[in-house]
């Protein structure tokens, strides 16, 4: 039983405020359910019984718990009837202008001491509290979907509430066995504000050709880490809510990266939102693409440098019984060269070795861009394509053709690349390839949000895993793949780009100076 509420409302049983509705009830709190109609209240209950009912038939809830839950939660049509509650929680649709009505009739049946929290996940909760008489009072409370299972909440403070509601507010999170972070009220708070800036420039990515949408879900996936690709994410979150989000962070912001991408809004306007309706990025229908057979001979592979991607490449030839080279004398031999040298000038020079030694179709491969310029000064730019591993001990190859790289080589070089275990994907010649490309945007987000002290290292990383279920925060992340590598990489987006969203954040660049890690 949590001691720091008595009683709770909510308003709007759709799927998230049913859930909202059972984590209290699970926590042993009486829960007043309030709807618009009959209809709509209907089908909260049954949003209630069958998420409970999952429960019980994957054995992590008894059927005598689960009665005792729903007998907990009274549902009504009457707003009247939240008035003995000491919090009230607002879960209807992300619209400004409904939520300004609600807190209206919030404030007239509420008792004066009562909190009010909104579960907006992009509106301000400033705006909300100014409609209220009670601004003080008014928190934002953020559960993420599926409430039930996921463990992060987001308490939001404006400069009007007063601390006790925001602590109390956050110790009923901590109650109820979820993670708080209390941050401040900006559009997106931390996981939204992180999550769809990368979500957003993945669509923009998409659009430019600089990748298919099968690459880019299956790089960010096998080459990231990540649970699931971009395009898989927005489907099951909703096209529109993406959209909703991105246009409520951008309002307030103005900044670019949350500029909704064109091909979002015409999906949207088409109906094409995702899951809900069979079909938006992704075809419902759509059987998974088979990786095509390979039964060629396992080829002949020159190594050209020393370091981590050397060793990664020499080691995936080794598990796939290719035979490797090093000795410039023997590179003739070699269907696929893979220079790997960590300084530009030396990988360039290994590079046209490699293009003088090499016998007639062979492909000749650079770990790092931009491919065009290495490729130019081999003089055999046709026969080269970039071959980047984001991870030095992943199987994620993505491979970047140029604007010289000559018909049908891309190909090969993917084909040799499953011959010898990695998993290629296709780009373009542009900074960061794929995963770098999405991926130190997203950082850099997230170390301007440390540098401005809108939420600490802890806050940020636990948005991250527990809100969005990344396999590590943002800020371990920039630690573990080094702050010099992000500097390097943003600085080269930037060139290529000028958005200003790529320029390494101050914090970012004053640490990279120190030799200090973030944390």
């Known amino acids: 039983m949590t001691g720091t509420f008595s009683r709770v409302g909510v308003v709007g049983l759709g799927t998230m405020g049913a859930g909202i509705a059972e984590v209290l009830a699970r926590g042993g709190l009486p829960v007043v359910g309030v709807e618009v109609d009959a209809d709509a209240l209907e089908r909260g209950r049954g949003h209630l019984e069958r998420s409970t009912g999952r429960a019980v038939k994957r054995g992590r809830l008894t059927e005598e718990a689960r009665q005792e839950i729903l007998g907990r939660v009274t549902l009504s049509v009457d707003f009247a009837d939240l008035g003995d509650c000491d919090l009230v929680v607002e879960a209807v649709p992300e619209r400004l202008d409904l939520k300004h009505r609600v807190f209206a009739r919030l404030d007239g049946v509420c008792r004066d001491d009562a909190v009010l929290a909104s579960n907006t996940s992009s509106l301000s909760v400033t705006d909300i509290a100014v409609a209220t008489g009670r601004p003080a009072k008014v928190v934002g409370v953020h559960f993420f979907n599926p409430a039930p299972v996921m463990k992060l909440v987001e308490v939001i403070r404006t400069v009007l509430t007063e601390p006790e509601a925001v602590e109390r507010v956050a110790a009923l999170a901590r109650d109820l066995g979820k993670t708080p972070v209390t941050i401040g009220d900006r559009a997106g708070f931390v996981a939204n504000r992180?999550?769809?800036?990368?979500?957003?420039?993945?669509?923009?990515?998409?659009?430019?050709?600089?990748?298919?949408?099968?690459?880019?879900?299956?790089?960010?996936?096998?080459?990231?880490?990540?649970?699931?690709?971009?395009?898989?994410?927005?489907?099951?979150?909703?096209?529109?809510?993406?959209?909703?989000?991105?246009?409520?962070?951008?309002?307030?912001?103005?900044?670019?990266?949350h500029a909704p991408a064109p091909v979002l809004r015409e999906l949207v306007t088409a109906g094409l939102l995702g899951r809900k309706t069979g079909r938006g990025f992704y075809d419902g229908q759509e059987a998974a693409a088979e990786e095509p057979a390979d039964a060629a001979p396992t080829p002949t592979v020159g190594v050209l440098g020393t370091g981590p991607l050397a060793d990664a490449f020499a080691a995936h030839c080794d598990s796939a019984g290719a035979q490797v080279r090093t000795a410039e004398a023997d590179l003739g031999e070699c269907d696929l060269i893979i220079e790997c040298a960590q300084d530009a000038a030396a990988g360039q020079a290994l590079l046209a070795t490699a293009a003088e030694a090499a016998k007639d179709g062979a492909v000749l491969a650079t770990a790092s861009g931009p491919v065009i310029a290495r490729a130019m000064a081999t003089g055999r730019p046709g026969d080269v394509v970039g071959l980047h591993l984001p991870e030095a001990g992943g199987a994620l190859a993505e491979i970047a053709a140029t604007a010289a790289t000559g018909p049908g080589v891309a190909d090969r070089a993917a084909g040799l690349a499953r011959r010898i275990g990695l998993t290629p994907v296709r780009c373009g010649d542009r900074a960061g390839f794929i995963v770098d490309a999405l991926r130190f945007p997203y950082l850099n987000d997230a170390a301007t949000m440390l540098g401005a002290g809108y939420a600490d290292a802890d806050a940020i990383d636990a948005a991250m895993t527990l809100g969005c279920g990344y396999p590590s925060g943002p800020v371990a992340d920039l630690d573990r793949l080094g702050l010099d590598r992000a500097v390097t990489v943003l600085r080269a987006l930037y060139d290529e780009t000028r958005d200003p969203a790529f320029a390494p954040a101050p914090l970012l660049a004053a640490h990279r100076a120190a030799g200090r890690p973030l944390r």
């Open 194 to 257: 992180l999550l769809f800036g990368y979500l957003n420039q993945a669509a923009h990515m998409l659009e430019s050709g600089h990748a298919t949408r099968d690459d880019i879900d299956t790089a960010m996936k096998d080459g990231a880490g990540l649970p699931m690709g971009p395009f898989t994410l927005m489907d099951l979150i909703g096209l529109d809510t993406c959209l909703q989000v991105l246009e409520a962070i951008y309002a307030e912001t103005r900044d670019r990266r």
